[in-house]
């Protein structure tokens, strides 16, 4: 199985791909949409598009479109979209979030869980700059580190993570300020890795013996060490609301 075919159904249990409770999920799109409520929404590496069919589930005005390299996600996100009636409003691209251009802007973007697609905090937002429209807003979900990494958490992670008071750094060096953020409780992560690894375990456990089978076994069983040994006590994931600096 390809690494996103796993991907697919470790997170079939969970609201979004991150580590953010359905409250919280909920509770974001409010902010970042509020006075956008009838405007354009952009989410670049949309995943299943879980955010924007739920914001456009919420505001019957809004328009969305997601970009994702995943065909598969994009067809579910289109079966959910038609499922919610909302697959009038919703255009989803199979692209590369880096090549992704529009020629009118738009006044919210998210970018949750998806920083690796451009290189990090700093790529990402000077990819966003030319998309958003004056006064719009992104909403940016980033990895962090929330204690000193161990040696198991940087071989998982890499080392272009930073602590929290450097994410936001980063952030205002590049242009922006924060108007809100959430950095996600210990029951948020907890319940994403479970519902990762779990999620993943009760698939194979239903499938036929074979190959596919042992992988996501073997993958969840791995996924779950490096968790639970590795970066449980020094991981963390912050989303912040941003908007341009008026320096920027
Ligand atoms: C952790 S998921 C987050 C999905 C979604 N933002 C969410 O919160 O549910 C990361 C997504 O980024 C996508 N992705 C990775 N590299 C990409 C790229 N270069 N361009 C577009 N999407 C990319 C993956 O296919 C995956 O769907």
């Known amino acids: 199985m390809e690494r996103h075919e796993i991907s697919r159904i470790a997170h079939r249990d969970h609201p979004v791909a991150a580590p953010l409770s359905d409250e919280t999920v909920r509770g974001l799109l409010e902010r970042l949409l509020r006075g956008r409520e009838d405007g354009r929404l952009l989410d670049l590496g949309c995943g299943e598009a879980a955010w924007p069919v739920r914001a456009l589930a919420a505001h019957p005005a809004l328009r969305a479109v997601g970009v994702d390299t995943d065909p598969v996600a994009l067809r579910r996100a289109l079966e ?68 000193e990494p161990t040696p198991l958490a940087r071989e998982v992670f890499g080392d272009g993570l930073s602590d929290l008071a450097g994410t936001v750094a ?79």
Request: some cysteine.
């Open 80 to 147: 959910t979209a038609q499922r919610l009636g909302v697959a009038g409003r919703i255009g989803l691209h199979h692209t590369d979030a880096r090549e992704f251009t529009a020629s009118e802007p738009f006044d919210a973007v998210l970018c949750v869980g998806s920083t690796h697609a451009f290189g990090g905090l700093g790529p990402t937002l000077a990819a966003i700059a030319p998309l958003l429209a004056p006064g719009g807003a992104v909403l940016l979900g980033e990895s962090y580190w929330e204690r």
């Open 170 to 248: 980063a952030a205002r060096e590049a242009g922006w300020l924060p108007v809100a953020g959430h950095t996600s409780t210990r029951t948020e992560l907890d319940a994403y890795e479970w519902a990762w690894t779990g999620s993943l375990t009760d698939w194979a456990l239903d499938q036929p013996p074979g190959p596919d089978r042992e992988q996501a076994l073997r993958t969840a069983a791995e996924h779950r060490e490096e968790w639970l040994t590795g970066y449980r006590d020094c991981f963390g994931f912050v989303t912040l609301l941003l908007r341009r600096s008026p320096e920027s």
